[in-house]
């Protein structure tokens, strides 16, 4: 057993006490305090899976861009297309760097047409921000909003019972990958039908002190449904079953979108933007390596950087890997050059100096369609 | 969530208790607590040789692995077999239906370095607050 390291102070959301109130075993991540599980990561998994789940993601961040020319801005360092998005609309999209490999993942929002919200990683919100600000030849006001939000996400099957509880705007008619302004739980907020589990649900932007009365209001207007507080460690086992990527596994400075299994947030038909022309050559003589999805077919559980071999010798690392609660089964996320990637492909894990056979399966790995 | 007083402690978690030549070795209620649902157990065959310190196998939860080190020299003279199927046993009895292997004494020194009940507690204490 090895102790948690501690290194610089860690920032605590605006739900950090009650966390620590109703048990929660806390971590840090992203350089925040986070709880990683109430009363177990299964049964959170579970709930989400099956019923609605609570999460405090407030770590994540905010990064707000205005202007005439905000559109410009955010197509010129993004890979996705906002100019496509409408009001109330958001995508994910990729923060290129000129090597086409990723500053960050997102979420951008457009809140009107020169106003856009984007949503950015925790770890990354000020290399973002620095970034975008930095190389900004559109005269775009742009602005670290992060201390202005507090983010929960309502995920799983009953979500929307429980949100349209909460409010009069029409959650039911609001399609995947929309949002709407107004009144939450009785907080000013921005809702949004999206989440990183792979189940339906809403991430709910609103004001840091509106956060705990919303938690609470949250879990009473879900009492009826079970919900659930989830930790980071139900939210990691739940975007894995779907596939989704994690920033500093299946993603990072390196990986391109099309290396990632992105290439449908590249749009190079647009106008031009960071990193394009490496993701054209890409895209012409396409990529030798990229993400894979594997189970084990031995016993053993694989783990975040071990070893990929096939014949004995390293092909590639594993960049995510659990046990499935979805699946019962022992899943994972690896980067393999392509001729390794083809589905039924036999490969070793390395555990712990032994070598366990996986085979290379499709991803998602749960898709909420066929369960 | 008591800790037995005839039993000895690692600063790695570890339990262990002597009956005559044997020694029985668990991981503590503190180490199954922190790692959560125990989903899977990498336990050694009988007849290895453990030396004191030296990772031997592993227990995982679905977030986390752990290494497990042998708190004395020895040779694993048999391992629960029961945790193949019932891993949550580690999370129901740690100090006893959990345990994971016996093995054999090489020297009893070994043991005085270990720390006692009343000891581990502090320990876990200190490290929570540190």
Redesign the interface.
């Known amino acids: 057993m090895a102790a948690t390291d501690r290194q610089p102070p860690l920032r605590p959301t605006p739900l950090n006490r009650l966390h620590r109130a109703a048990g929660a075993r806390m971590v840090g991540f992203g350089g925040w305090d986070m709880p990683v599980e109430y009363e177990g990561v299964v049964a959170e998994h579970n709930a989400v899976r099956t019923g609605v789940g609570l999460f405090d993601v407030s770590h994540m961040g905010e990064i707000e861009v205005r202007g005439p020319q905000a559109v410009d801005l955010v197509d010129s360092l993004c890979s996705n297309r906002a100019a496509s998005l409408r009001d109330g609309q958001a995508q994910y999209s990729g923060l290129l760097n000129p090597r086409g490999g990723f500053l960050d993942d997102l979420l951008v929002h457009r809140l009107a047409t020169e106003h856009f919200l984007l949503c950015v990683n925790a770890a990354n919100q000020v290399a973002d921000f620095e970034w975008i600000r930095g190389n900004n030849p559109f005269d775009a006001e742009v602005e670290l909003a992060s201390e202005r939000y507090a983010q929960l996400a309502i995920q799983g099957p009953q979500a929307l019972a429980v949100a349209r509880r909460l409010t009069g705007l029409d959650l039911d008619g609001m399609r995947y990958y929309w949002f709407a302004q107004g009144e939450f739980a009785g907080a000013p907020a921005i809702i949004a039908r999206t989440g990183y589990t792979g189940e339906d649900g809403f991430e709910v932007y609103l004001p840091p002190t509106e956060a705990v009365r919303t938690w609470h209001a949250i879990m009473a207007a879900g009492a009826g449904e079970s919900i659930r507080p989830c930790g980071l460690g139900a939210r990691n086992t739940l975007r894995l079953e779907a596939a989704m990527s994690l920033y500093g596994h299946e993603i990072d400075a390196d990986t391109t979108p099309y290396e990632a299994g992105l290439g449908w947030i590249v749009k190079l038909g647009k106008q031009a933007f960071c990193g394009r022309e490496r993701l054209a050559r890409q895209r012409r003589e396409g990529v030798r390596r990229k993400i894979a999805g594997f189970e084990m077919r031995g016993r053993g559980i694989a783990r975040d950087g071990y070893r990929v071999l096939s014949d004995g010798r390293e092909v590639g690392r594993v960049t995510s890997a659990s046990p499935s609660p979805a699946l019962g089964r022992n899943i994972g996320l690896c980067m393999l050059p392509v001729e390794y990637c083809g589905k039924g492909q036999p490969v070793e894990i390395e555990i712990r100096r032994r070598r366990v056979a996986a085979e290379i399966v499709p991803t998602p790995f749960y898709d909420r369609k066929r369960h | 969530m008591e800790y037995p007083a005839e039993y000895r402690y690692t600063r790695?978690?570890e339990w262990v208790r002597v009956d005559g030549d044997i020694a029985t070795v668990g991981?503590t209620h503190h180490?199954q607590d922190?790692l959560?649902?125990v989903?899977?157990v990498?336990l050694p065959e009988a007849g290895t040789k453990l030396q004191v310190d030296g990772?031997f196998g592993?227990v995982?939860?679905?977030?986390a692995?752990?290494?497990i080190y042998a708190p004395i020299s020895g040779e694993v003279t048999a391992v629960n077999a029961d945790l193949i199927d019932a891993p949550e046993k580690i999370n129901d009895d740690p100090h006893g239906e959990g345990w994971l292997v016996r093995m054999t004494v090489f020297d009893t020194n070994e043991l005085q370095a270990l720390l006692t009940a009343e000891q581990y507690q502090q320990y876990v204490a200190a490290?929570a607050g540190?």
């Open positions: 790695e978690h991981i180490a922190q959560g649902d989903v899977y990498e990772a592993a995982e939860s679905v977030k692995v752990s290494d490290e540190a």
